[in-house]
């Protein structure tokens, strides 16, 4: 084996896409390599591997069989000191840094890459001439790989130079080839003085920063790769199914594999990526002014020990970001962006490039006053190519990382609200959103646990999720199984539990239904679902309180088109608001009517309610606007000499009944025929003010008032009132109990 003080052994990689003339190159190199008397040049060609391994060429077997045998002759090469030249196409960048730095060899090597500039239109003719033909769309894809003006072929991936070949221009590629290589010393010389003064560090190659800039990238989207909910599971599979197991760095590498290429996927330096970006600030909303650390350069295999900028036993380029000072100032601005994501002039004229250089001009490597050239030269070549900005997108708004979108008092804003979500509203979502929440606040040093809420919710649910069941779709995993459901549109099978609270109509035992969306209603939780009727395409919508049911099935074979699911939720939707509550009665021909986009059919099916105000009762039923639909409510207008004010746009249409009365105000609403017949909402708005309204249709419901009085005197007449509350006339009484509500 070569010493470690040997020059470095120049083996050389062919590029450019299929029939561009490769092969024909790399014989023609071959006898230049090696003098008279020396063992002659490897020649390493991927088709020739090929069929080796699987008897054709043709035969496009698994790659890492061919790249196994590839890397081991190259290896035994280089050990015996032969030049080698590797004739594939070489097409992406992650291809050629498998060879050039992510392989690690037995002695130095100087990379020289052949890039063949050979025409597109050129190719596909010398392809159609060619024995075992190459699809047309794969040499289209390839060519326009090498074209990528960030992506493209580059000394800074570890080549010690270049050379660019027209094949289309020489009649015999030997004198040009001897020229070339006659020319390498001088130009490699040139290539590295202008390196001489660069200050190198741990991620000064290519392969290295490239996989710390992903690995950002990708954390930036999914932080700690979790996937707890339903949406970025899905996403994360799509990328790696089943996910990966292992700790985050083992994790993060499967991912930047798939995605980048196998030669960004190494989980000790992705490690070692991590703790690095721990320590400088960007895992963490810690202080944003400390500088950003090189990394240690380390010492390359064939130094002794000693570092150098020699890394991997390769000898060749390096990005601009290989230069400590030009690293520090990128990574401060990104780490900049990361933090405030949204950052931009508040004063009128400024630029963005001149607010973001004096937003970080404090921290000592940032940029400097006057440079926003290379400022906007540096976002160009960082934030558009590796995916931190929209390539389309305009500069004033911003540059944006993935899930980074608020501030630490916003985010503190946002703790408030899923925390009373959790608690008092206790939806099972907000709670474990509530605790992976309070670990990243924490871990990003964002405290909120000391401040007291400005907003609140009186309501809280009467479930305590900590009390039922533990498989009822009020359990926290439970809800997530059912969240998924209706992301996925699945049919899932329900159980109701017998000996649950009732009412008349309630569905009872197995249900199968396509579930739509969970609502907090009143006092709990409560799942709305589509009945599955055989043979129909719409099925009764109705709804059930989660503690009630039971996940019994996912029915992983039924899904629908989600142009159907969204049709079932954009009636779900017209039930609602006409509805004013979450019961829909149990007629589907009603429903129907009543989610029609047409007016007129839901104005033949909608019923009247009329009822009359005492002053005291309608001064709070006019409050109430939206309590059910505006177009379908009417209010009384007011009565002459009366001073309280409304808006000229409320519904007050109705004439007032005499000024005498005991209940001048009329009110009209227009109903769904389910909601005046049997609605709790209904009833416990309506009855709740007892003497302070009058009925007046439909007749029905006055009975039913009146009867429910009846039955509660039935139980309650026999006790004799205080003398505190007898003082107190009903009206009175109904009255102080309202401005209490």
Same mark, same amino acid.
């Given at each position: 084996?070569?010493?470690?003080?040997?020059?470095?052994?120049?083996?050389?990689?062919?590029?450019?896409? !299929?029939?561009?003339?490769?092969?024909?190159?790399?014989?023609?190199?071959?006898?230049?390599?090696?003098?008279?008397?020396?063992?002659?040049?490897?020649?390493?060609?991927?088709?020739?591997?090929?069929?080796?391994?699987?008897?054709?060429?043709?035969?496009?077997?698994?790659?890492?069989?061919?790249?196994?045998?590839?890397? $081991?002759?190259?290896?035994?090469?280089?050990?015996?000191?032969?030049?080698?030249?590797?004739?594939?196409?070489?097409?992406?960048?992650?291809?050629?840094?498998?060879?050039?730095?992510?392989?690690?060899? !037995?002695?130095?090597?100087?990379?020289?890459?052949?890039? &063949?500039?050979?025409?597109?239109?050129?190719?596909?003719?010398?392809?159609? +001439?060619?024995?075992?033909?190459? /699809?047309?769309?794969?040499?289209?894809?390839?060519?326009?790989?090498?074209?990528?003006?960030?992506?493209?072929?580059?000394?800074?991936?570890?080549?010690?130079?270049? #050379?660019?070949?027209?094949?289309?221009?020489?009649?015999?590629?030997?004198?040009?080839?001897?020229?070339?290589?006659?020319?390498?010393?001088?130009?490699?010389?040139?290539?590295?003085?202008?390196?001489?003064?660069? +200050?190198?560090?741990?991620?000064?190659?290519?392969?290295?920063?490239?996989?710390?800039?992903?690995?950002?990238?990708?954390?930036?989207?999914?932080?700690?790769?979790?996937?707890?909910?339903?949406?970025?599971?899905? +996403?994360?599979?799509?990328?790696?199914? /089943?996910?990966?197991?292992?700790?985050?760095?083992?994790?993060?590498?499967?991912?930047?594999?798939?995605?980048?290429?196998?030669?960004?996927?190494?989980?000790?330096?992705?490690?070692?990526?991590?703790?690095?970006?721990?320590?400088?600030?960007?895992?963490?909303?810690?202080?944003?002014?400390?500088?950003?650390?090189?990394?240690?350069?380390?010492?390359?295999?064939?130094?002794?020990?000693?570092?150098?900028?020699?890394?991997?036993?390769?000898?060749?380029?390096?990005?601009?970001?290989?230069?400590?000072?030009?690293?520090?100032?990128?990574?401060?601005?990104?780490?900049?962006?990361?933090?405030?994501?949204?950052?931009?002039?508040?004063?009128?004229?400024?630029?963005?490039?001149?607010?973001?250089?004096?937003?970080?001009?404090?921290?000592?490597?940032?940029?400097?006053?006057?440079?926003?050239?290379?400022?906007?030269?540096? &976002?160009?070549?960082?934030?558009?190519?590796?995916?931190?900005?929209?390539?389309?997108?305009?500069?004033?708004?911003?540059?944006?990382?993935?899930?980074?979108?608020?501030?630490?008092?916003?985010?503190?804003?946002?703790?408030?609200?899923?925390?009373?979500?959790?608690?008092?509203?206790?939806?099972?979502?907000?709670?474990?959103?509530?605790?992976?929440?309070?670990?990243?606040?924490?871990?990003?040093?964002?405290?909120?646990?000391?401040?007291?809420?400005?907003?609140?919710?009186?309501?809280?649910?009467?479930?305590?999720?900590?009390?039922?069941?533990?498989?009822?779709?009020?359990?926290?995993?439970?809800?997530?199984?059912?969240?998924?459901?209706?992301?996925?549109?699945?049919?899932?099978?329900?159980?109701?539990?017998?000996?649950?609270?009732?009412?008349?109509?309630?569905?009872?035992?197995?249900?199968?239904?396509?579930?739509?969306?969970?609502?907090?209603?009143?006092?709990?939780?409560?799942?709305?679902?589509?009945?599955?009727?055989?043979?129909?395409?719409?099925?009764?919508?109705?709804?059930?309180?989660?503690?009630?049911?039971?996940?019994?099935?996912?029915?992983?074979?039924?899904?629908?088109?989600?142009?159907?699911?969204?049709?079932?939720?954009?009636?779900?939707?017209?039930?609602?608001?006409?509805?004013?509550?979450?019961?829909?009665?149990?007629?589907?021909?009603?429903?129907?009517?009543?989610?029609?986009?047409?007016?007129?059919?839901?104005? $033949?099916?909608?019923?009247?309610?009329?009822?009359? #105000?005492?002053?005291?009762?309608?001064?709070?039923?006019?409050?109430?606007?939206?309590?059910? /639909?505006?177009?379908?409510?009417?209010?009384?207008?007011?009565?002459?000499?009366?001073?309280?004010?409304?808006?000229?746009?409320?519904?007050?249409?109705?004439?007032?009944?005499?000024?005498?009365?005991?209940?001048?105000?009329?009110?009209?609403?227009? &109903?769904?025929?389910?909601?005046?017949?049997?609605?709790?909402?209904?009833?416990?708005?309506?009855?709740?003010?007892?003497?302070?309204?009058?009925?007046?249709? !439909?007749?029905?419901?006055?009975?039913?008032?009146?009867?429910?009085?009846?039955?509660?005197?039935?139980?309650?007449?026999?006790? +004799?009132?205080?003398?505190?509350?007898?003082?107190?006339? !009903?009206?009175?009484?109904?009255?102080?109990?309202?401005?209490?509500?």
């Amino acid at each position: 084996m070569p010493s470690a003080t040997a020059a470095p052994l120049r083996c050389h990689l062919l590029i450019g896409p !299929p029939a561009s003339g490769k092969t024909t190159l790399a014989r023609a190199l071959a006898p230049l390599l090696t003098a008279s008397g020396e063992p002659p040049a490897l020649l390493l060609s991927t088709d020739a591997i090929r069929a080796e391994v699987f008897g054709d060429a043709a035969v496009q077997g698994p790659w890492i069989d061919i790249q196994q045998r590839l890397q $081991q002759r190259l290896i035994e090469a280089v050990a015996a000191g032969i030049p080698v030249i590797i004739d594939a196409t070489h097409a992406r960048r992650p291809w050629r840094l498998a060879i050039t730095q992510a392989l690690l060899l !037995p002695a130095p090597v100087e990379w020289i890459g052949w890039w &063949l500039y050979t025409p597109l239109p050129t190719c596909l003719e010398w392809n159609r +001439q060619r024995e075992r033909q190459v /699809p047309e769309a794969v040499i289209q894809e390839m060519a326009a790989a090498l074209a990528d003006p960030h992506f493209g072929p580059s000394r800074a991936e570890g080549f010690a130079a270049i #050379c660019a070949v027209v094949p289309t221009h020489h009649d015999d590629l030997e004198p040009l080839l001897a020229a070339e290589l006659a020319a390498l010393d001088r130009r490699i010389r040139s290539a590295r003085a202008r390196e001489t003064h660069w +200050q190198l560090h741990g991620y000064s190659r290519l392969l290295d920063l490239e996989r710390l800039l992903f690995l950002i990238r990708l954390l930036s989207r999914y932080p700690e790769l979790d996937a707890a909910d339903p949406i970025t599971r899905e +996403q994360l599979e799509a990328i790696v199914s /089943p996910l990966p197991s292992g700790d985050l760095a083992e994790r993060a590498a499967a991912f930047l594999g798939r995605l980048h290429g196998e030669c960004y996927g190494e989980a000790g330096a992705i490690r070692a990526d991590l703790a690095w970006l721990e320590a400088n600030g960007f895992c963490f909303c810690g202080d944003s002014l400390a500088p950003i650390r090189l990394a240690e350069l380390p010492a390359a295999p064939h130094s002794g020990g000693i570092q150098c900028g020699i890394q991997g036993g390769v000898h060749g380029g390096h990005p601009p970001m290989g230069d400590g000072p030009v690293f520090q100032r990128v990574m401060t601005l990104l780490r900049h962006f990361l933090q405030v994501p949204f950052d931009r002039p508040a004063e009128p004229g400024a630029t963005l490039h001149q607010h973001l250089i004096a937003a970080t001009e404090s921290i000592p490597g940032a940029y400097l006053p006057g440079e926003t050239a290379t400022l906007r030269k540096d &976002l160009e070549k960082v934030l558009t190519p590796y995916g931190f900005r929209n390539r389309h997108d305009n500069v004033r708004h911003g540059y944006c990382l993935g899930t980074a979108v608020l501030s630490p008092p916003r985010l503190r804003e946002l703790h408030n609200v899923v925390r009373q979500a959790a608690g008092r509203l206790a939806d099972p979502a907000a709670q474990a959103l509530l605790a992976e929440l309070d670990e990243r606040l924490g871990w990003a040093g964002i405290s909120a646990d000391d401040l007291a809420p400005v907003r609140s919710y009186a309501r809280h649910a009467v479930v305590d999720t900590a009390l039922v069941r533990r498989d009822s779709l009020a359990v926290p995993r439970q809800a997530e199984a059912i969240e998924a459901a209706i992301v996925a549109h699945r049919r899932v099978l329900l159980e109701r539990y017998p000996g649950v609270g009732s009412f008349a109509g309630s569905a009872e035992g197995e249900l199968r239904v396509w579930p739509l969306q969970l609502i907090f209603h009143n006092v709990g939780w409560y799942l709305l679902y589509e009945d599955d009727q055989i043979g129909q395409e719409q099925g009764l919508i109705r709804s059930e309180r989660l503690d009630r049911l039971t996940l019994r099935r996912r029915e992983t074979g039924f899904r629908r088109s989600p142009e159907l699911h969204a049709a079932a939720l954009s009636r779900l939707e017209r039930l609602l608001h006409h509805s004013g509550g979450i019961y829909f009665g149990g007629d589907l021909e009603q429903q129907l009517a009543i989610a029609s986009p047409s007016a007129q059919r839901r104005s $033949q099916l909608l019923a009247t309610l009329r009822f009359c #105000c005492a002053p005291w009762a309608f001064a709070f039923i006019r409050e109430g606007l939206q309590r059910y /639909p505006i177009e379908h409510t009417r209010f009384s207008q007011p009565l002459p000499g009366d001073r309280w004010w409304h808006h000229p746009n409320a519904p007050h249409v109705l004439q007032p009944g005499a000024a005498n009365s005991s209940h001048p105000y009329p009110v009209e609403l227009d &109903l769904p025929p389910w909601t005046v017949a049997a609605d709790i909402d209904l009833r416990s708005w309506l009855f709740a003010f007892g003497g302070g309204i009058r009925l007046e249709s !439909p007749d029905a419901l006055r009975q039913e008032l009146v009867q429910r009085c009846q039955e509660a005197i039935g139980a309650n007449g026999g006790r +004799q009132p205080s003398s505190e509350a007898s003082s107190l006339s !009903p009206g009175s009484r109904s009255a102080n109990r309202m401005r209490r509500d």
